[in-house]
């Protein structure tokens, strides 16, 4: 039998105080792969959530019209975001979308501002 432990609430503000690190990645993708590009983000986000530690949350942000796609992760720290980067799962995703890609670029951004919610 296996068993869930969920994190009590305190719990989960405390590790959420610490202020996120985060990753911006802009993707222009090939003439016509746009949305083959899409749906292998879109797998590859189910195939990992919850699975890599330290990773907060990501946001993909996408203009088909452009073909160009900007991704956003948080991390906890920036060891956990050096982590997700070098985890095999990441890098065969990175080689199953290569092929559909003209250009890509990552960057660690940091948080200037913050109003709302997104």
């Known amino acids: 039998m296996t068993t869930l432990t969920v994190p009590d609430r305190a719990s989960v503000a405390a590790a959420l105080s610490d202020p996120p690190v985060f990753s911006v990645s802009i993707i222009q993708t090939k003439p016509g792969k746009f949305d083959e590009f899409v749906a292998l983000q879109h797998a590859q986000f189910l195939r990992v959530r919850g699975q890599v530690q330290g990773v907060r949350g990501s946001r993909m942000l996408k203009s088909p019209a452009k073909g160009v796609v900007v991704l956003i992760s948080s991390f906890d720290t920036a060891q956990d975001a050096e982590r997700f980067r070098k985890d095999p799962r990441f890098v065969e995703h990175l080689e199953r979308v290569q092929p559909l890609i003209d ?16």
Do not use: F, Q
Not at 110 to 118: C, D, F, K, N, S
């Open 103 to 118: 250009r890509a670029e990552a960057m660690p951004v940091e948080l200037a501002y913050e109003v709302g919610l997104i």
